[in-house]
């Protein structure tokens, strides 16, 4: 018979190394996410200035950190919502450098939502803000 030795700490601890905190940017919402829970930051919304968001994403890391998922509600999955930097992301893990990866993406959009400037518009910037992220060493 084995024995569960591992206490409720490190169980906790388990589970909270398996979480992520993902960027997330579709119609409604745009900010970090918790993998996990409901928990979520979001980005202010005039926001705009590189230096300002870099410090607004450790300002998000650490409050990620310190966040109890147990406190949220559980993570529900949304199909149909259409979320930018997760279609860049996908191209990225079928192996495309980032820069090949938004470009890429950016070229999909334009057919997809040719006669909508501010999905275009919407695309771009945060295809420049998931390049940003990434030099940044944030994704």
């Given at each position: 018979?084995?024995?569960?030795?591992?206490?409720?700490?490190?169980?906790?601890?388990?589970?909270?190394?398996?979480?992520?905190?993902?960027?997330?940017?579709d119609?409604?919402?745009?900010?970090?996410?918790?993998?996990?829970?409901?928990?979520?930051?979001?980005?202010?919304?005039?926001?705009?200035?590189?230096?300002?968001?870099?410090?607004?994403?450790?300002?998000?890391?650490a409050?990620?950190?310190?966040?109890k998922?147990?406190?949220h509600?559980?993570?529900?999955s949304?199909?149909?919502?259409?979320?930018?930097?997760?279609?860049?992301?996908?191209?990225?893990?079928?192996?495309?450098?980032?820069?090949?990866?938004?470009?890429?993406?950016?070229?999909?959009?334009?057919l997809?939502?040719?006669?909508?400037?501010?999905?275009?518009?919407?695309?771009?910037?945060?295809?420049?803000?998931f390049?940003r992220?990434?030099?940044a060493?944030?994704?």
């Amino acid at each position: 018979m084995l024995v569960d030795n591992r206490s409720a700490d490190h169980r906790t601890l388990e589970q909270n190394t398996e979480r992520q905190s993902i960027w997330t940017s579709d119609r409604s919402f745009q900010g970090w996410t918790c993998s996990q829970c409901e928990w979520n930051y979001p980005l202010p919304t005039l926001l705009n200035d590189p230096e300002a968001r870099t410090a607004y994403d450790r300002l998000a890391a650490a409050n990620f950190r310190d966040h109890k998922c147990a406190d949220h509600l559980t993570r529900m999955s949304s199909p149909d919502t259409e979320n930018f930097t997760a279609r860049i992301r996908k191209l990225v893990a079928q192996g495309f450098k980032p820069k090949d990866a938004v470009e890429l993406f950016l070229q999909e959009i334009e057919l997809e939502y040719r006669n909508q400037p501010k999905t275009l518009a919407q695309a771009k910037a945060d295809g420049e803000d998931f390049l940003r992220r990434v030099r940044a060493g944030l994704i």
